[in-house]
Structures are given as C-alpha cells and as structure tokens.
C-alpha cells in the first residue's frame, strides 16, 4: 500500500517569538489559544492603540493583564 504524506505548512509570522510567547501566557493560565488566535488578539490591541505590532510587555502578568482586557472587549 502507497501512503501519501502531506506535507503541513509551517506557521509564519514576522514577530513568531512574540506569537509563540502569547500562546506560552495563555497556557500558563490555563486556556487553549492556537497561534493564529494569538496573532488576532494582540493585533486587535495594537490596532486599537494606534500602532502596527506593539511590543509586548516584559512581564507576563501584565501581558496576560492587556490579553484578558482585549478578549473581554471582543466578547462584548
């Protein structure tokens, strides 16, 4: 028997290590985020702020603070 293997596209991003680092906060608060729902959120903060990609706090409590911000004005 004959297997095709598919070949999954790598996702890319020019800030990935912020990406990866928003996923990594998420699941340290105990929630699934995948990497394309990482990108929304913190481009939606940054477009609200005024701004192209915004650099991301140093701490995470606090980037966990702006993500958790940002999802309750999206819920809305």
Same mark, same amino acid.
């Given at each position: 028997m004959i @297997? @095709?293997?598919f070949k999954k596209e790598k996702f890319k991003h020019c =800030?990935?290590?912020?990406? @990866?680092?928003? &996923?990594?906060?998420? =699941?340290?608060?105990g929630?699934?985020?995948?990497?394309e729902?990482?990108?929304d959120v913190w481009q939606t903060y940054s477009d609200i702020m005024g701004g192209g990609w915004m650099s991301l706090? &140093?701490?995470d409590h606090e980037l966990?603070?702006?993500i958790q911000r940002e999802l309750?004005?999206?819920v809305k």
């Amino acid at each position: 028997m004959i @297997k @095709k293997i598919f070949k999954k596209e790598k996702f890319k991003h020019c =800030h990935l290590s912020d990406v @990866k680092r928003i &996923q990594t906060v998420f =699941h340290d608060n105990g929630f699934y985020a995948d990497l394309e729902d990482c990108v929304d959120v913190w481009q939606t903060y940054s477009d609200i702020m005024g701004g192209g990609w915004m650099s991301l706090p &140093q701490d995470d409590h606090e980037l966990w603070y702006i993500i958790q911000r940002e999802l309750n004005y999206s819920v809305k």
